[in-house]
């Protein structure tokens, strides 16, 4: 009796402090009581007999005249609301590389016209998508996202040479540049340097002592802190609106740590500063982890791993208030929503239609995929934030799911014929870019899912160049 | 047993009166919850899964016999909930709680928590449900057989086994007199 009575308080203990006190959750379920979700059984049985009667008269019919192929059912996914965007923002720019004239821009508009060409290396494009930035030759080329010409050049103080990465501040005031100079061996401190882009100027710079290859990450306003993340170490900086002052530095374990990537590190920029200002939420495309790290005690706070076949080809995608993390896998189609805020996948489901081989996941782990360098960007969500556009199947034709975020349900597909590597919407929302093959074709549609041009590309074609939200 | 159904309210919920049928569920949703947080072992789930129970058992409300307890009705579909949605799981989502580094020794009782949450784990679905329902919820063996659709005997038997088992993974301490 001893042991009864002590193992049911240790229960009572153990469990308690997993459950706490009952939620309040009579409202919730009051909510969905509505009598449309009741049904008496005769009623139902009734339903199901007639839904199947139609069922069989339905399918006698589609039996009889079916020939090829289905088609699948007219879905529109026009905005909801009118969405304002920076000159340009309308344009798909896409990089590929060439053997002559070394990286090309190319910028195409919604009628699939090609608007200009950039030849320089481009890497960011402001949060407004109206304008695009290369880093070269010890400085910032900022172009415009309209036809591509060149705006200016901001000279930078430290940083010199190709080894470089940028990120821009979530607002796209500040652009911070981490980098070596053409003597600077991997090993050594890299300066940092932060360019407000308003004034077009350098601003600051300091040798930090972080590791090569670490990734700038701007928070505030002001930019009252940069963080500069990478390797095994965090540095925290402070900038009073002239220079830069290390803050705090510290160890951050490398394997249960925070790791993020550059802009081109996974198939979507994979961090994110939500909108408290002070937590950083990142994906790892190593092993799949999505780390929560808060700025201010410069402390990792919460993880979530989701157990994913390859998550190094899975793009991820942030919505549009930032709250919510999409983490689409092209091959298999699987999508995992996190919630942000609760920090906790809210749902993982399948979003690939018919058609796709589903062991076609296996390929990629014996031959890689050609995307000529870059990684696929599977997924795009529209700026209302109520659609994800996904694609990519190995290879396969697959076309484009239609995904209503809402209710996560797969509402049709366009093109399902073609074979597509990554999608691209329109900062307006009213224009869907998807490379198709091995990247050198592009093809631009409406949102009625009708397709307004295709064009050829250089056949190393990377991938489309964003608006860089961080 | 505390919570046989009222006829009226019973009668009112199989009309379609939700007014009815909440004030049935009201008094059960904690106990519904604990059950699901204790065979789960996760709080957003135990909410979801006791949500969805409780529009199940709206949709089912006509099952529910006059005179018939309302309790074990109830915490019988929310135990198949759970089952559901541990099998809904195939994605094998793992959730690491980052505790900061402490220097001081963790907390013991803290410790025996995790130990004894592992070990009601590692329990076979069927025997972790009847150890939940005993220790946890602490009703008697003849409802917790009701709730499982079991015998008593069955019930008695899962029990013990279940109690055999968390013994071989974790020391019982005696209760202090």
Known sequence: ?470 | MEHAADPDLVRGAKRGAEEAFTSLLRPLLEPAYRLAAGMLQDRQLAEDAVQEAAVKAWRRIHQLREGTEMRPWFLGIVANECRTTRRSRWWGLLTIKAEPPSVEAPDEAAVRGIDLRSALKRLRPEQRLVVVLYFYLDLPLEEIATITNASFAAVRGRLYRGIRELKADFTISEAQA
């Not at chain 1, 229960?11 to 009952?22: E, F, K, R, V, Y």
């Not at chain 1, 339905?58 to 905005?79: K, M």
């Not at chain 1, 799949?288 to 190094?312: A, C, I, Y």
């Not at chain 1, 080809?313 to 995992?336: C, K, M, Q, R």
């Open chain 1, 1 to 470: 009796v001893n042991q009864e009575d002590s193992l049911r308080t240790e229960i009572h203990q153990a469990l308690d402090a997993i459950s706490g006190s009952t939620p309040e959750l009579l409202p919730q379920i009051v909510q969905v009581l509505h009598p449309g979700t009741r049904r008496q059984p005769v009623r139902a049985v009734a339903q199901v007999a007639a839904v199947l009667g139609i069922g069989l008269v339905v399918g006698g019919v589609v039996f009889a005249l079916h020939r090829s192929r289905v088609t699948p059912a007219a879905v529109t996914t026009s905005p909801t609301t009118l969405v304002v965007a920076g000159p340009g923002a309308d344009i798909a720019w896409v990089t590929s590389q060439t053997v002559d004239r070394g990286d090309v821009v190319i910028g195409v508009d919604p009628t699939g016209r090609v608007v200009g060409r950039i030849s320089a290396p481009v890497e960011l494009r402001s949060p407004d998508g109206a304008h695009l930035y290369a880093i070269a030759d010890g400085g910032v080329d900022v172009y415009s996202a309209v036809d591509g010409h060149k705006e200016q050049t901001i000279r930078l103080q430290s940083v010199s040479g190709n080894a470089h990465i940028p990120m821009l501040s979530p607002d796209g005031r500040y652009l911070a540049v981490v980098g070596g100079s053409p003597t600077t061996l991997p090993t050594m401190p890299w300066p940092l340097e932060l360019v407000d882009l308003s004034t077009g100027r350098s601003v600051a710079s300091i040798t930090v002592g972080s590791p090569a290859y670490g990734t700038p990450v701007i928070a505030g306003a002001q930019a009252q802190h940069v963080y500069v993340i990478g390797g095994n170490t965090i540095a925290k900086l402070a900038f009073d609106g002239a220079t830069l002052r290390v803050e705090q530095r510290t160890t951050n374990p490398p394997c249960n740590g925070l790791s993020v990537g550059g802009v081109n590190s996974a198939g979507g920029l994979p961090f994110r500063v939500l909108a408290d200002g002070q937590t950083l939420v990142a994906f790892c495309p190593i092993d799949g982890r999505v780390t929560w790290f808060d700025l201010v005690r410069m402390r990792v706070t919460h993880e979530v791993v989701v157990s994913q076949k390859n998550p190094f080809w899975v793009s991820p995608i942030f919505s549009p208030d930032g709250n919510t993390l999409y983490l689409h896998e092209g091959g298999t189609g699987a999508l995992h929503v996190v919630d942000l805020v609760r920090q906790t996948v809210v749902r993982s489901t399948k979003v690939a239609m018919a058609d796709q081989n589903q062991l076609a996941w296996l390929g990629s782990l014996l031959v890689t995929p050609a995307y000529a360098g870059g990684i696929p960007r599977t997924a795009a969500v529209s700026p209302d934030g109520n659609w994800l556009y996904g694609v990519g199947a190995f290879g396969a034709p697959g076309g484009v799911s239609l995904v209503h975020l809402p209710d996560l349900g797969v509402k049709g597909r366009w093109i399902p014929d073609v074979s597509l590597g990554s999608v691209s919407v329109s900062a307006d929302g009213l224009t869907i870019y998807l490379l198709a093959g091995d990247g050198n074709e592009l093809r631009v549609l409406r949102t009625d899912g009708s397709q307004v041009a295709k064009l050829s590309l250089p056949a190393n074609t990377y991938g489309f160049i964003v608006p860089t939200i961080p």
